[in-house]
């Protein structure tokens, strides 16, 4: 699992126009939480911190300040429009817990021949891991599935130290058949028009 490091500054202003200044210095505000310690209130990097949620689950070696602190995003806020960082809850981890996470599935193989769709019910698998040990994808393989073919939590293979965080029967991918158009009715349509054109042009 990757991991990175970042050097973030404690804060004691809050509101919009807090968020503001800190994006003119390039930085965005952020909290930590977790194992039963009050929250505190960061800055980081706008751009470091970017770039290190390009990897899921990113393991972040904190530098507060001096403070050692070990952390992994919980929740992003994005911008609506032009997606840049507005926040960021990070939750504070030790090396050998385990944690709650989504891992992104990884697609591999091709189905069957025909015009079968694959549905994807989750994106990303619930599982529990260990906190410096979380998969950064879980490889599916769809290589001949057909159409009624799905596969459930169960039968996808977790990494070691990795379990399931949802029902083993819950279905995770489907195979669905492409549903054909139905052809345009024109019948009603043709005999309204032809009995409108037949209909005697009113003075």
Do not use: C, W
């Amino acid at each position: 699992m990757a991991d990175v490091n970042l050097t973030a500054t404690t804060r004691n202003e809050f509101g919009k126009g807090a968020a503001r200044r800190l994006r003119r210095e390039e930085k965005i505000p952020a909290v930590i939480y977790g194992h039963g310690s009050e929250p505190v209130h960061i800055a980081l990097p706008s751009y470091d911190m970017m770039m290190a949620l390009k990897t899921p689950n990113v393991l972040i070696n904190l530098d507060i300040e001096g403070k050692k602190q070990l952390v992994i995003p919980k929740a992003v806020q994005r911008e609506a429009i032009r997606q840049f960082l507005v926040h960021v809850d990070l939750l504070v981890v030790k090396k050998g817990e385990k944690v709650q996470v989504d891992v992104p599935i990884h697609i591999e193989g091709e189905l069957a021949p025909g015009q079968n769709l694959l549905e994807h019910v989750y994106n990303s698998l619930p599982v529990e891991a260990e906190a410096t040990h979380i998969p950064e994808t879980i490889t599916v393989s769809v290589d001949g599935l057909d159409v009624g073919d799905s596969i459930l939590a169960k039968d996808i293979k977790l990494p070691g130290n990795t379990v399931l965080a949802i029902e083993g029967d819950e279905t995770v991918i489907q195979v669905l058949g492409a549903q054909a158009e139905e052809p345009a009715a024109e019948g009603a349509e043709g005999e309204e028009g032809a009995a409108e054109s037949a209909a005697p042009a009113s003075e």
